[in-house]
C-alpha cells in the first residue's frame, strides 16, 4: 500500500484554499465520474489516489467531502490566455455570482444547452472551489470558461451588432419578447448577483431587460427565481426559439 507523506498529504488539502490553487495551479476533483471526465478532457490529470491503493484514511485525510469518495485527482488548471472576444452564439455572462452551488449548477446548464461560452466578473466565486468543482458533475471540462470585465464584454458585443439581455422585474415578457439566438451575431445572457441582481454598470449596457412571469400573474408566491433557476428557465426558452 502506497503511503502519502505529511507534506503531500498537507499540499493536497491546501488546494481547498484559492490563494495555494493559483499559486500551485491546481485544483481537486473527487469521484469515479469527475475523474473520469478528467482523465478523457483536454486537462491535464497530475495524479491520481484511490482509496485501495493509499487506505481509507489516508484518503480520508485528503478528502474535502463529508464523505470520502474512492477516488481523488489532483488537476492542472488551464492557463487563461489572452481576453476573448465573443463570436457568433448564445454566452452567459454572470455578474458576481457568489455561491458555489449557483456557479456548479449554471455550468451544467452551459453545458446542457451547449452554449458557446460563460463570463464572469472577477468577483464572482472561484469556478475551481471544490464545491463548484463537484456540482458540475463533469461539466468543468467541456464548458468555456472566462474571468473578464463585463461592462468592457457589453460593449465589444454591442459594437459587434450582438444584443445583451437580462432579466429585471421591469422588463419585458420573455415568452412575449423577440429574442436573438446567436446564429448570426454573438448574444449575451446576463446573469445577476444572487442578493443584488445586476450591477447598475453592467445593466446600463443591457439592451432587452426581460422578466420572467410568475404563475398566476396576479398572485405570484415567491418574491423571486434563485439564479440557478432563472438561468435555466431563460436559456430554454433562447433555445427553443431555434426549434
Not at 33 to 39: F, G, N, P, R, T
Not at 43 to 70: C, F, H, N, W
Not at 170 to 182: F, K, Q, R
Request: proline content about 5%; aromatic content about 8%.
Amino acid at each position: 500500500m502506497a503511503v502519502l507523506s505529511n507534506n503531500e498529504i498537507k499540499s493536497i488539502k491546501a488546494l481547498a484554499n484559492k490563494k495555494f490553487r493559483d499559486e500551485k495551479g491546481l485544483f481537486i476533483v473527487e469521484g469515479e465520474k469527475m475523474v473520469s471526465e478528467a482523465m478523457k478532457s483536454s486537462y491535464e490529470v497530475v495524479k491520481v489516489y484511490r482509496a485501495d491503493e493509499i487506505g481509507e484514511a489516508a484518503m480520508g485525510r485528503i478528502s474535502q467531502l463529508s464523505t470520502p469518495s474512492p477516488v481523488l485527482a489532483v488537476v492542472r488548471k488551464p492557463s487563461s490566455g489572452a481576453a476573448v472576444r465573443p463570436g457568433k452564439g448564445l454566452y452567459l455572462a454572470l455578474d458576481g455570482i457568489r455561491d458555489p452551488g449557483n456557479m456548479g449548477t449554471i455550468i451544467r446548464i452551459a453545458d446542457w444547452f451547449g452554449l458557446a461560452g460563460i463570463f464572469a466578473t472577477p468577483d464572482s466565486v472561484d469556478i475551481f472551489n471544490p464545491k463548484v468543482v463537484q456540482s458540475t458533475m463533469g461539466a468543468i471540462f467541456r464548458v468555456n470558461f472566462h474571468y473578464t470585465d463585463l461592462c468592457a464584454l457589453a460593449n465589444s458585443v454591442r459594437a459587434d451588432g450582438g444584443r445583451i439581455y437580462g432579466t429585471f422585474l421591469d422588463g419585458e415578457n420573455i415568452y412575449d419578447h423577440e429574442l436573438a439566438t446567436g446564429t448570426d451575431s454573438p448574444v449575451v445572457i446576463v446573469v445577476g448577483n444572487e442578493s443584488n441582481g445586476i450591477s447598475k454598470e453592467v445593466a446600463a449596457r443591457v439592451t432587452d431587460r426581460l422578466f420572467i412571469p410568475p404563475y398566476p400573474a396576479d398572485d405570484p408566491g415567491s418574491e423571486s427565481l434563485n439564479a440557478a433557476v432563472a438561468t435555466a428557465v431563460t436559456v430554454a426558452e433562447f433555445r427553443r426559439r431555434l426549434i
